[in-house]
């Protein structure tokens, strides 16, 4: 149990573009889903917190008007970088905090997305 | 900031244990100490976590010491497959905007 997927697992964009990236717990229903970033060899950057039903918080630094949160659901999250650049190219990968029967004292991860902005 | 210290590489060889240390010095009452890994270019996986008692599951075992200011992941029979980044992360459990900041982590190397 406590799976969560994300989709696309790749992408390739234009400068530009806007790009979507969802995330959904699929087994366990999840009150806050989080988002990370992660340059190579870089350890995971926190970029903000997702509750269902109420708008993100952001981390310092980092552009709520760039990536757009939208947590409609407990078993889904989206992350929109919108008019990407190519410094946007990043891991970026998903976590989901379980509520309910489900272990509720840890987070899982998503397999993340590769998103490079050409 | 993230509140552990660990050091940044390690080597073990295939069916010895592995054990990689951490230091929370600063960790308070209600902090748990959790261990993730993160295999090249995936999501980083949940490994074990305690709060004050030692713990083991299937994959591993945490011991902490007595006073919480540091604890240790041991990989019983390490294989090549547990190659990867081991990161020691000391947070508040429990559902809601808890977050989980990650530090530099372990590179653990296992050899044949």
């Known amino acids: 149990g406590a799976v969560v997927s994300q989709h696309p697992s790749w992408v390739i964009c234009k400068s530009g573009t806007s790009v979507k990236i969802e995330c959904r717990s699929l087994?366990?229903?999840?009150?806050?889903m989080f988002w990370y970033r992660q340059f190579p060899k870089q350890s995971l950057m926190l970029m903000a917190t997702?509750?269902?039903?109420?708008?993100?918080?952001?981390e310092q630094g980092v552009e709520k008007d760039k990536f757009l949160i939208n947590h409609a659901s407990l078993t889904l999250s989206t992350l929109t970088v919108t008019s990407a650049h190519p410094e946007d190219s990043s891991f970026y990968i998903c976590s989901a905090s379980a509520s309910g029967a489900i272990r509720t004292d840890t987070q899982y991860f998503g397999p993340g997305t590769r998103l490079t902005v050409l | 900031d993230a509140k552990t210290t660990q050091p940044p590489s390690m080597d073990c060889a295939e069916g010895r244990a592995a054990n990689l240390p951490c230091n929370h010095s600063t960790i308070s009452g209600n902090e748990y100490v959790y261990w993730y890994r993160q295999i090249h270019s995936q999501g980083p996986q949940y490994i074990i976590h305690g709060l004050k008692n030692n713990e083991t599951n299937e994959m591993a075992s945490l011991i902490i010491t007595e006073d919480r200011k540091s604890s240790t992941l041991i990989l019983p029979h390490a294989t090549l497959r547990d190659t990867a980044v081991y990161y020691c992360?000391?947070?508040?459990?429990?559902?809601?905007?808890?977050?989980?900041?990650f530090g530099a982590g372990t590179r653990l190397f296992v050899k044949a």
């Open positions: 992360i000391v947070r508040v459990a429990g559902t809601g905007g808890f977050k989980t900041i």
């Open positions: 997702s509750n269902e039903g109420s708008k993100a918080t952001y």
């Open positions: 087994d366990f229903q999840a009150t806050t």
